[in-house]
């Protein structure tokens, strides 16, 4: 199993099916999302999800699991910058 520089950090994995099905763990929040374009926070920063037709099919921040469903194009890492203020978030204030 790999090493984490900081054990405070939750694991953090993605598996892409045929560019279709993308299965992430270890995110914390959702920032924003359309059929273009999720933006996710995990530990490690941003994620940034690009494509068409997207549809999230499987959200639990509570285990920190999210199934994004669609033509994925693109996977776009940003970095981390202080806490996020995500949808749910602001929801649930």
């Given at each position: 199993?790999a090493e984490y520089k900081n054990?405070?950090?939750?694991?953090?994995?993605?598996?892409?099916?045929?560019?279709?099905?993308?299965t992430l763990t270890g995110i914390?929040?959702?920032?924003?999302?359309?059929?273009?374009?999720?933006?996710?926070?995990?530990?490690?920063?941003?994620?940034?999800?690009?494509?068409?037709?997207?549809?999230?099919?499987?959200?639990?921040?509570?285990?920190?699991?999210?199934?994004?469903?669609?033509?994925?194009?693109?996977?776009?890492?940003?970095?981390?910058?202080?806490?996020?203020?995500?949808?749910?978030?602001?929801?649930?204030?």
């Amino acid at each position: 199993m790999a090493e984490y520089k900081n054990s405070m950090k939750k694991p953090h994995s993605l598996m892409l099916e045929c560019r279709s099905a993308l299965t992430l763990t270890g995110i914390n929040d959702i920032g924003s999302f359309d059929s273009l374009t999720v933006m996710l926070y995990t530990d490690y920063g941003g994620l940034c999800i690009k494509g068409s037709s997207l549809h999230i099919s499987k959200l639990s921040l509570d285990t920190g699991e999210v199934t994004i469903d669609g033509q994925i194009s693109a996977m776009i890492y940003t970095e981390a910058s202080g806490k996020k203020s995500g949808v749910f978030q602001k929801l649930f204030k």
